[in-house]
C-alpha cells in the first residue's frame, strides 16, 4: 500500500496529505513545482497507442506544488480540533496525573470551563484520564488543585499533519520535524 505523499506550497510549506493518484494527476498536469524526500514510488499507467509504450510516473514522497492558493492557506492557521489529534499532542497523558492511557480511558478537559466562560480551544483544552477529568469536574486547575503538568498549546500546521497521519515515512517525518515548535511533544517521541 502506497503512504501518502505530502503536499507543500512551492515556499516549502506543507500544505496537506494526498492520495498518490492525486499526486499523479498533479505530475501528469505538470504542477509540481519541485521534490523533495528519499522515497520514490513508481506507478505504471495505459499504453500508448501510437508508440506503444507503457507510460510510467514516478512520485516523490514529498512534493511542492506549483500555483497553490495562497488565500486558502493563510485562512488554515489554526488546525481543526479533534481527540484524537489532541490525544496524540498530549502524548496520550493525562495533563494532572502524568499517567498515559489508551484512547478509550481519555478525555477532552476544558482548562477554563466552558460553564465559566471557556472555549472549545486548543489552547484551553488537555487530555485528561476520565479519573481526574471527574475530579476536577467544573472548576479551574487551580480551583481543583490539580496543576497541570504542561500547558496546552495550539499546534502549527506541521505539527498537525503529523499529528493526523499514522502511517509517515520517515523523510516526511524529518521534513515535517523541521518545522516544528520547541513546544511539540512529538519532538521528544520521534
Keep these: 500500500m502506497t503512504p501518502l505523499i ?20 498533479l505530475y501528469a498536469r505538470e504542477m509540481i513545482a519541485w ?12 499504453i500508448n497507442r501510437l508508440s506503444g509504450k507503457r507510460s510510467i510516473v514516478k512520485i516523490s514522497s514529498i512534493i511542492a506544488v506549483k500555483r497553490s492558493n495562497q488565500i486558502k492557506q493563510a485562512k488554515r492557521t489554526i ?12 502524548a496520550h497523558l493525562c495533563m494532572y496525573c502524568g499517567n498515559g492511557y489508551k484512547d478509550g480511558l481519555l478525555t477532552r478537559d476544558h482548562v477554563l470551563p466552558i460553564s465559566k466562560g471557556g472555549k472549545d480551544r486548543w489552547s484551553n483544552v488537555v487530555t485528561a484520564c476520565r479519573h481526574c477529568n471527574t475530579r476536577k469536574a467544573n472548576r479551574t486547575p487551580e480551583q481543583a488543585n490539580m496543576p497541570l503538568l504542561a500547558i496546552p ?10 499529528l493526523s497521519n499514522r502511517k509517515i515515512l520517515a523523510d516526511q517525518m524529518e521534513f515535517l520535524k523541521s518545522q516544528f515548535s520547541g513546544r511539540s511533544m512529538l519532538l521528544q517521541k520521534n
Aim: glycine residues 8%.
Design 153 to 162: 498549546f495550539i499546534p502549527n500546521w506541521a505539527e498537525y499533519l503529523a
Design 6 to 25: 505530502l503536499r507543500l506550497d512551492v515556499a516549502g510549506s506543507p500544505v496537506r496529505w494526498l492520495p498518490w493518484q492525486d499526486a499523479v494527476n
Design 35 to 46: 521534490t523533495a524526500g528519499d522515497s520514490l514510488f513508481t506507478f505504471h499507467g495505459g
Design 79 to 90: 488546525p481543526p480540533l479533534t481527540n484524537r489529534e489532541l490525544f496524540l499532542r498530549d
